[in-house]
């Protein structure tokens, strides 16, 4: 009797153009994952509710639901989609996008024209951090202050309620309290992140931080991550 093989990670590619989609699928294929196609952001969202894949590589601009109001929506949910990883892609080679996207919730982002390659190396890696390695050196929790971090569930709790996070921000937010003396430049979350050789720039980290703020104000933390002027960032008291 043949051992079971593990299920292939599911990824939707929404872009309207169907030679990118086709050309993503190859390359998704060719890594071992199985893609799935939307031509729109209507089309993605009745594919993701009918069965949430894994990880959705989602257009910027298109006719009908462009990404940047799918990825609201998505987020704004309740469901288990509102935590999907969402890398973007877009042909804005704007900085000004590139942060929008990631403020509303995208896990990463990728410019047109771009390198099949690094799409499925970005893809892998953001499975990576969302999909049971853990998200640092092991996957004990972590307790610091009224801040709680289980690891093994990649699950945020302020004084025992659960707080909704990426997986990115969780992976910067556990980087940050496992080492609460510590003062982390940009680049060291960086190349913890995404690791060494990631094209991230630093406005990226400082949307990812203001998102976590906002989410833990909102249960009753306003010290969660302290800002060292002119160095970076360190876990604040969470109190």
């Excluded at 051992?3 to 599911?10: G, V, Y």
């Excluded at 959705?56 to 799918?70: A, K």
């Excluded at 971090?149 to 997986?167: K, M, N």
Aim: aromatic share 4%.
């Amino acid at each position: 009797m043949k051992p079971m093989q593990p299920m292939s990670r599911r990824i939707l590619v929404v872009d309207d153009d169907p030679h990118i989609r086709d050309l993503l699928a190859f390359a998704l294929g060719k890594a071992g994952m199985t893609a799935e196609q939307a031509g729109d952001g209507e089309a993605a969202l009745a594919a993701i509710q009918a069965s949430p894949p894994d990880l959705m590589v989602l257009d910027i601009n298109m006719p009908t639901l462009d990404g940047l109001e799918l990825c609201k929506r998505l987020r704004a949910g309740g469901g288990p989609e509102a935590n999907l990883p969402i890398l973007f892609l877009s042909s804005r080679d704007d900085e000004i996008d590139r942060i929008v996207g990631i403020e509303i919730g995208a896990d990463d982002y990728v410019v047109k024209p771009f390198s099949p390659r690094e799409v499925v190396a970005r893809v892998g890696a953001i499975l990576k951090r969302g999909g049971g390695a853990a998200p640092a050196d092991n996957g004990a929790p972590v307790v610091h202050g009224r801040l709680s971090l289980d690891r093994d569930a990649w699950e945020a709790r302020f004084g025992g309620a659960t707080v909704a996070t990426t997986a990115t921000e969780f992976q910067l937010l556990a980087i940050l309290a496992a080492s609460p003396t510590k003062v982390f430049t940009r680049d060291q979350i960086i190349d913890r992140l995404r690791g060494p050789g990631f094209a991230v720039t630093d406005r990226t980290i400082d949307s990812h931080v203001r998102n976590l703020r906002a989410k833990f104000a909102a249960a009753g933390c306003t010290d969660l991550v302290e800002t060292r002027a002119g160095v970076g960032y360190r876990i604040g008291a969470c109190d």
